[in-house]
């Protein structure tokens, strides 16, 4: 059976990760890592030789309508509207790296 995680090892990881932890919070995160290292182990332990591997735990089904031309508004009327249309699209300010 694998050490146990150590205090030590907690608190050098939390450092490394410039958590600035108090003794109290090391205690519970060792608390915490001991048992999640334990469960990983139970599940290591399991024997899973007779379960296909699972890309998609739930089967997806696609939920997009099909791609059916409609009639939409007008380009003139819509452009018409606009603050400023050039070419057929709308004319937005520059943004970046043009002078004007």
């Not at 379960?51 to 099909?66: A, H, M, Y």
């Amino acid at each position: 059976m694998p050490e146990p995680i150590s205090r030590e090892t907690v608190a050098k990881v939390a450092r490394l990760a410039r958590l600035d932890l108090t003794e109290a919070e090391v205690d519970r995160m060792t608390a915490q890592l001991a048992g999640m290292l334990d469960h990983f182990r139970d599940v290591d332990a399991l024997d899973l030789s007779n379960v296909e591997p699972l890309n998609q735990p739930i089967p997806l089904t696609n939920v997009l309508r099909e791609d059916v031309e409609q009639p939409s508004l007008d380009r003139d009327e819509v452009l018409g509207s606009a603050p400023a249309a050039q070419d057929g699209r709308f004319r937005v300010p520059p943004i970046i790296g043009f002078e004007e």
